[in-house]
């Protein structure tokens, strides 16, 4: 058994970087694979099971989560091995027939730990298991990716230096080679390596490796991700660390995992939008700036509603956001006494989504109360009838929405202690999705893109709703800029429980921080919807109000970066998707791919496959073009095995 590893690998930090340098150095020999030209596979290609293997040294690189973390978002099946822990075997990595492994992914170049054991630093693979993992590489024709690696021979590259990027931005441009890897990405614009040490190394020999992202420093040209070709198979390192939030590591993740892959793996990613806007027909309150209190409230009139229409049109004339469309929760006890803006929505109806919220913003816990107080007074007979007369007052007017879908007021029926009674009563009268909030325990994604059913009626299904700082009572840029530097500004009532800003933020710099977050769930391609209030739409000048000025700041971001569309999805559509997204992965998925014959996959369990790389028209698959990729969505029954053609290379 290898020696375990007791102290966490730094992300390359200044006072190791001499340490780690003499033991890339020192590794090389032993473990540098050769830099021959790649020979084009002269036997025929052997068939591989579509899953990754992913090899960390001790599971302390900071590379190895985010590796894990993208592989779980988008679905792709994968193993994974310590190799501080783990002997590596051939019988590991195929039964001499077929491959275990359709690509390989290193957390780091030389998988460089320290023995705690022995006191020293070194790679967690001895010779003979790098030679048995480039020998399955070179038999089966298997790519590799090394996540953050140091610039060595055995990667075709030299050592030049380093970039340490925390606190600062490096700007990197993408070659043609890299537009190939990366199609989506908006190479018009750099990509910002920011928060992680960089290494720069320079080419060793061109013909056997070429760059794919470079950065220009101090007038020398480096490259920071790479594509080496050996016999028999290719390896691209990246030297800029990475780790799950960082812009750059998720912008490139998606193009990584499909170059190693081949073009064929399992999983999808694409980046969707659920805008939901609560209370319509009500008022909320709104922020005093004078005395930092929330008093005075704020109903929409007719102008904020025909703004909305204006801003969805200019953006649905956007590549970037075609289909553009808003969802509003409504309560249609206030309509009675607003006719001027009931009548504006119902002219409109057709350009907006809507969901009923009950008819009075009744608590399903508490009732009428002020302030929900974690005791349940309500009962199935008060709770039907705020669902049902809120359901057929959308109907009188019109009002186009799906009548299984709820908001319900406080999040409640699922706050602590939770409400049984309440699912149940939701779920008698055909509600079948309603919201989490992803901020507080048990209610948000079980796994990523998932949603649950709830214990007192496994008919009603909760949608985890992601709620942002964009704060209910902000209604104007200066509503929203005070009531922000109250919580967050120097003495801010939540400093003491969250890092706060060295000083009051402007509107800007608070529509840069907030847009950043929203831009993550976009990039990540995240489902949950995004709660906001009326009063956020209030049209403060023109046809913009503090939402409208938030979504384009994160548009902006997106399409700067990306050049595919954000998809608007329902409410409905989300939890749809997410219900899918369980099921496959619940349903045991297994594939192989023989590389220019075909793909063979089968469940055990019922689920839609996305299957990457090929166009399957069949009557179980239907097939889209997201971001330089074919998926093609295959409807397998429980136990179902299906062959799908590959074109002849």
Not at 14 to 29: E, G, Q
Not at 396 to 415: A, C, E, F, K
Not at 608 to 619: D, K, L, S, W
Request: aromatic share 10%; glycine share 8%.
């Amino acid at each position: 058994m290898k020696a375990t590893s007791n102290n966490r690998k730094a992300r390359g930090a200044p006072r190791r970087r001499s340490l780690v340098i003499a033991l890339a150095v020192a590794l090389i020999a032993a473990v540098a694979p050769s830099l021959t030209a790649s020979v084009g596979a002269a036997d025929p290609a052997k068939p591989v099971s579509m899953r990754l293997l992913v090899i960390a040294a001790d599971g302390n690189e900071t590379d190895y989560p985010a590796i894990t973390t993208f592989l779980d978002e988008v679905g792709v099946p994968y193993d994974k091995i310590l190799a501080a822990d783990t002997p590596l075997t051939a019988s590991m990595l195929s039964d001499g027939t077929t491959g275990r492994y359709q690509g390989i992914v290193l957390t780091t170049g030389n998988l460089t730990y320290f023995d705690s054991g022995a006191g020293t630093w070194q790679s967690a693979f001895s010779p003979d298991e790098w030679a048995t993992l480039r020998q399955y590489q070179k038999d089966f024709h298997v790519r590799s990716v090394t996540s953050y690696t140091f610039p060595e021979a055995s990667y075709g590259l030299s050592y030049a230096g380093y970039r340490n990027t925390l606190g600062s931005e490096l700007p990197a441009t993408l070659t043609a080679a890299g537009q190939a890897v990366w199609p989506y990405v908006n190479a018009a614009n750099p990509i910002e390596l920011t928060g992680a040490w960089v290494y720069l190394g320079s080419i060793l020999d061109p013909s056997v490796t070429t760059p794919l992202v470079n950065v220009t420093v101090d007038g020398t040209t480096y490259p920071v991700a790479s594509v080496t070709r050996f016999d028999g198979y290719e390896n691209l390192a990246v030297t800029a660390a990475n780790n799950p939030n960082l812009l750059h590591s998720i912008l490139l993740s998606t193009g990584w995992i499909n170059w190693v892959s081949g073009g064929n793996f399992l999983g999808n990613r694409s980046s969707s939008i659920d805008v939901q806007i609560d209370d319509l027909f009500i008022g909320t309150d709104q922020w005093d700036p004078a005395t930092n209190t929330a008093h005075t409230e704020y109903t929409n009139v007719p102008a904020d509603v025909t703004a909305m229409v204006a801003y969805q049109n200019a953006r649905r004339a956007n590549p970037a956001t075609p289909g553009f469309k808003v969802e509003y929760a409504f309560n249609g006890a206030g309509g009675p006494t607003n006719p001027s803006l009931v009548n504006t929505v119902r002219a409109n109806r057709s350009q907006f989504g809507f969901i009923n919220h009950t008819w009075t913003h009744f608590n399903l816990d508490c009732g009428d109360c002020p302030n929900p107080t974690g005791q349940i007074t309500t009962n199935t007979t008060q709770i039907r009838s705020q669902i049902l007369t809120n359901r057929m007052y959308g109907a009188l007017l019109g009002l186009p929405g799906n009548s299984d879908t709820m908001v319900q007021p406080d999040i409640s029926g699922i706050n602590t202690p939770p409400n049984p009674m309440a699912q149940k009563a939701a779920g008698g009268v055909g509600i079948r999705f309603w919201i989490g909030d992803t901020s507080r325990a048990g209610q948000t994604n079980p796994t990523f893109n998932t949603g649950f059913a709830t214990a007192g009626d496994s008919r009603v299904f909760v949608v985890p709703r992601r709620p942002t700082n964009l704060f209910v009572a902000a209604t104007t840029p200066d509503q929203w800029t005070s009531v922000y530097n109250h919580f967050y500004a120097p003495g801010g009532i939540l400093c003491g429980m969250t890092t706060c800003f060295d000083r009051p933020q402007t509107y800007q710099e608070i529509l840069d921080h907030e847009s950043d977050y929203l831009l993550r769930y976009l990039l990540r391609g995240d489902l949950d919807p995004w709660m906001f209030h009326v009063g956020n739409t209030r049209a403060y000048s023109g046809n913009r109000s503090v939402l409208s000025d938030l979504l384009d700041e994160t548009f902006s971001k997106y399409s700067s970066m990306v050049n595919t569309p954000v998809r608007s999805v329902s409410f409905k559509q989300a939890g749809q998707a997410m219900q899918g997204r369980a099921a496959y992965n619940a349903a045991g998925v297994t594939a192989t791919v023989t590389p220019c014959t075909s793909i063979t996959v089968k469940a055990t369990k019922a689920a839609t496959v996305p299957v990457n790389g090929v166009a399957y028209t069949a009557a179980n698959s239907t097939v889209e073009h997201y971001g330089g990729r074919t998926i093609s969505q295959v409807r397998l029954a429980a136990g179902q095995t299906v062959t799908i053609p590959l074109p002849a290379c």
